[in-house]
């Protein structure tokens, strides 16, 4: 399998199997919650995934596959902060430089968390740390290999290390949620529930989560084509999704493996993040919180998954939720 996913419609269930047992060593298998107030709703708690968030999974998949020669003088990536962090623990266990592009209003949580790992953070504009993602260069000679935080095809196998996981813990599964930001989790994650579930007549229905103030999957769907920049996209708390566009590669497996988008506002975020803390004692950052806002939202019948994405969120919004939950 080529890194490159613009010809791939699901990852390979060997891939899939592949990348679970060579990250397996390093990862925690994290838990599924059952909801007290909500039983038939399911939390995925990769919060509490080493880094603080899932991104480790596929940061540590796609730097394992990389070519040895490739990775010799260091890897670098432009991220919301999660997969920088994922990166950065996972280069340090082989013992490389990081580099991580984030944007200026990268959370300072985010940030020492990079450095923590080791990870040399420069600071863009939203503008150039965006083109970076889409046309994967920084454009600069002493940044090493690029690994793409979404539009890659061994990060996407390394995120289906999780459906790989909720599959084995809970049968009868009738809707898995996940959040949105550039595809590679959700596109990682519905490969595993499609290739276990041949049977159309009896598969999980796989829903993509978007935030109101940023809507490219939906909005690509709607108009059937890959939406490069949206004309309305504004930045939210929920600072890990919520991108300006379609990354190259990522439409073909995106399109194909989930079966409809829901979004979810600001507001009914913060309330799933009140609501995780009330039963879990657990914070969790909005981005992750927005599956189960979907959930909650749609009052689906049967179980349902929501997939719980990182815990790294700026100090005065673990304040906020501390003071109104």
């Given at each position: 399998?080529?890194?490159?996913?613009?010809?791939?419609?699901?990852?390979?269930?060997?891939?899939?199997?592949?990348?679970?047992?060579?990250?397996?060593?390093?990862?925690?298998?994290?838990?599924?919650?059952?909801?007290?107030?909500?039983?038939?709703?399911?939390?995925?708690?990769?919060?509490?995934?080493?880094?603080?968030?899932?991104?480790?999974?596929?940061?540590?998949?796609?730097?394992?596959?990389?070519?040895?020669?490739?990775?010799?003088?260091?890897?670098?990536?432009?991220?919301?902060?999660?997969?920088?962090?994922?990166?950065?623990?996972?280069?340090?266990?082989l013992n490389i430089?990081?580099?991580?592009?984030?944007?200026?209003?990268?959370?300072?949580?985010?940030?020492?968390?990079?450095?923590?790992?080791?990870?040399?953070?420069?600071?863009?504009?939203?503008?150039?740390?965006?083109?970076?993602?889409?046309?994967?260069?920084?454009?600069?000679?002493?940044?090493?290999?690029?690994?793409?935080?979404?539009?890659?095809?061994?990060?996407?196998?390394?995120?289906?290390?999780?459906?790989?996981?909720?599959?084995?813990?809970?049968?009868?599964?009738?809707?898995?949620?996940?959040?949105?930001?550039?595809?590679?989790?959700?596109?990682g994650i519905a490969?595993?529930?499609?290739?276990?579930?041949?049977?159309?007549?009896?598969?999980?229905?796989?829903?993509?989560?978007?935030?109101?103030?940023?809507?490219?999957?939906?909005?690509?769907?709607?108009?059937?084509?890959?939406?490069?920049?949206?004309?309305?996209?504004?930045?939210?708390?929920?600072?890990?999704?919520?991108?300006?566009?379609?990354?190259?590669?990522?439409?073909?497996?995106?399109?194909?493996?989930?079966?409809?988008?829901?979004?979810?506002?600001?507001?009914?975020?913060?309330?799933?993040?009140?609501?995780?803390?009330?039963?879990?004692?657990?914070?969790?950052?909005?981005?992750?919180?927005?599956?189960?806002?979907?959930?909650?939202?749609?009052?689906?019948?049967?179980?349902?998954?929501?997939?719980?994405?990182?815990?790294?969120?700026?100090?005065?919004?673990?304040?906020?939720?501390?003071?109104t939950s």
């Amino acid at each position: 399998m080529k890194s490159d996913p613009t010809d791939i419609i699901i990852i390979p269930e060997e891939e899939i199997i592949s990348a679970y047992k060579r990250i397996s060593p390093y990862i925690r298998r994290t838990p599924l919650i059952q909801l007290e107030s909500n039983p038939n709703i399911y939390l995925k708690m990769e919060n509490l995934q080493k880094t603080g968030s899932f991104k480790f999974r596929c940061a540590l998949n796609a730097i394992l596959t990389a070519p040895e020669e490739e990775i010799r003088n260091g890897v670098y990536t432009s991220s919301g902060g999660n997969f920088g962090i994922g990166l950065s623990a996972a280069a340090k266990l082989l013992n490389i430089s990081c580099t991580v592009y984030v944007t200026k209003a990268c959370p300072k949580a985010k940030t020492d968390m990079l450095e923590f790992y080791g990870g040399k953070v420069k600071k863009v504009d939203n503008d150039v740390w965006f083109n970076i993602l889409q046309e994967k260069t920084s454009h600069l000679e002493d940044d090493g290999f690029f690994i793409h935080p979404a539009s890659d095809a061994f990060v996407m196998a390394g995120n289906a290390s999780i459906g790989k996981e909720v599959l084995e813990d809970l049968e009868n599964i009738d809707h898995v949620i996940i959040p949105y930001g550039g595809g590679g989790l959700s596109s990682g994650i519905a490969s595993s529930f499609r290739q276990k579930q041949k049977d159309q007549n009896s598969r999980t229905k796989v829903w993509a989560c978007e935030i109101s103030t940023a809507t490219p999957l939906t909005t690509s769907r709607k108009l059937g084509y890959p939406i490069v920049r949206l004309e309305e996209w504004a930045p939210s708390i929920c600072d890990g999704i919520g991108v300006q566009g379609i990354f190259p590669g990522a439409w073909n497996i995106s399109n194909n493996v989930i079966d409809d988008t829901v979004i979810v506002t600001v507001e009914e975020t913060r309330e799933a993040m009140r609501l995780i803390f009330k039963e879990t004692k657990a914070i969790v950052e909005a981005s992750g919180a927005t599956g189960l806002a979907a959930a909650l939202k749609m009052q689906l019948s049967g179980n349902v998954v929501c997939i719980v994405t990182g815990r790294n969120l700026k100090r005065e919004l673990v304040d906020e939720l501390i003071s109104t939950s």
